[in-house]
């Protein structure tokens, strides 16, 4: 199996709830977000795919959350702005985007260096 990674960052903000009930206020922070994915062998350019179009496919995601507070989003309202639902957030909206041989493996994000969530549907 190969494997490729990019990354890609974006400003937004964010506030979670607390475990007493309360938010913190909400604060920016620099998101980076990584995603791999792999295929069983590589295409006629001897590639798992070009950097460039996957690369454009994991902006056109991020691009949505940029700028913006991520709580304004109807699926972080419901689900949270933590870096584990971002992380699940852009894995489903890019899962499909991908050609049928390439598979979306892990999307890492990242609110700080040294902090990160990951996500996959593997076990």
Not at 15 to 28: K, M, T, V, Y
Not at 48 to 63: E, G, I, R
Not at 78 to 89: L, P, R
Request: charged letters at 25%.
């Amino acid at each position: 199996m190969f494997t490729i990674s990019i990354e890609t960052q974006f400003k937004a903000k964010h506030s979670i709830a607390l475990p007493d009930g309360s938010r913190e206020p909400e604060h920016e922070h620099f998101w980076a977000v990584s995603m791999e994915v792999a295929a069983d062998k590589l295409n006629s350019n001897g590639v798992v795919m070009d950097f460039a179009p996957l690369k454009a496919k994991l902006a056109a995601v991020t691009s949505k959350l940029a700028d913006v507070s991520l709580n304004d989003i109807d699926y972080f309202r419901e689900n949270g702005s933590t870096s584990e639902n971002v992380a699940v957030y852009v894995f489903r909206q890019l899962e499909p985007k991908l050609p049928a041989e390439v598979r979306l493996k892990t999307i890492s994000v990242s609110e700080q260096v040294g902090c990160s969530a990951k996500y996959s549907k593997d076990q």
